[in-house]
Structure formats: structure tokens, C-alpha cells
Nanobody, 126 residues
Framework: QVQLVESGGGLVQAGGSLRLSCAAS????????MGWFRQAPGEEREFVAA????????YYADSVKGRFTISRDNAQNTVSLQMNGLKPEDTAVYYC???????????????????WGQGTQVIVSS
């Protein structure tokens, strides 16, 4: 059974940092793009960042570009999201995700991703 388990969320003041991690089990994703989405209360789930299987390319939402960094460790089957300069509008549940189809491009649509974690809450206070 494939599982993605996020960790690292919490409460932080505006301007602070958090590092989210996602551990995959049940299969390897070393040939698959992985990413992060987030969902605030009453809002649609939105794209945050994605990374190719080789970590050679990354893709960020404009709202987080320059503040967030996505990375992966294929040996550990993990993907991480370093979040700096956090703002209250970054408050959301953050979800780790992975594509079933190997290789390919990076996508901002949630419908291009097949596996999802349960999410980890991030709260940024002003």
C-alpha cells in the first residue's frame, strides 16, 4: 500500500521558517515527479511547488517563489519543502503528492497527481 506521510507543520510567527518533510512508502518514486499543494479553509487546493524525478527542475507558484524551496532525496524516498519568510496567507494544510506516470513534465494541476498524503497544518500568526 502506497503511503505519503507529511511532517513538520506547526505554528510560526510571520517572517519565520518551517521545513516540511514527506516520507513515501509502499513503492519508490525515484522516477516520478513529486510536489506540494496547500488548502486553506474554504478555499480550493492550490499548487505550491513541484520537482522532477532527478531534482533537475523545479516549479513554484508565484506566491511562494523566492521564499520556498522544494528538494528531494531519492535514496530516502522523501521530498521536502523549506519555507522561509512565512506570511499569514501561507496558513493552510499542506499536502505532499506524487505522480503515478514516470518522468514527464511538472504540473500545477492537482488532477495530474495520483498519490496524496493526509496533510500537515501550517499556521502563520501575524
Amino acid at each position: 500500500q502506497v503511503q505519503l506521510v507529511e511532517s513538520g507543520g506547526g505554528l510560526v510567527q510571520a517572517g519565520g521558517s518551517l521545513r516540511l518533510s514527506c516520507a513515501a512508502s509502499g513503492r519508490t518514486f525515484s522516477n516520478n515527479a513529486m510536489g506540494w499543494f496547500r488548502q486553506a479553509p474554504g478555499e480550493e487546493r492550490e499548487f505550491v511547488a513541484a520537482i522532477t524525478w532527478t531534482a533537475g527542475s523545479t516549479y513554484y507558484a508565484d506566491s511562494v517563489k523566492g521564499r520556498f524551496t522544494i528538494s528531494r532525496d531519492n535514496a530516502q524516498n522523501t521530498v521536502s519543502l523549506q519555507m522561509n519568510g512565512l506570511k499569514p496567507e501561507d496558513t493552510a494544510v499542506y499536502y505532499c503528492t506524487a505522480r503515478l506516470r514516470p518522468y514527464g513534465f511538472l504540473y500545477a494541476s492537482r488532477y495530474e497527481y495520483d498519490y496524496w498524503g493526509q496533510g500537515t497544518q501550517v499556521i502563520v500568526s501575524s
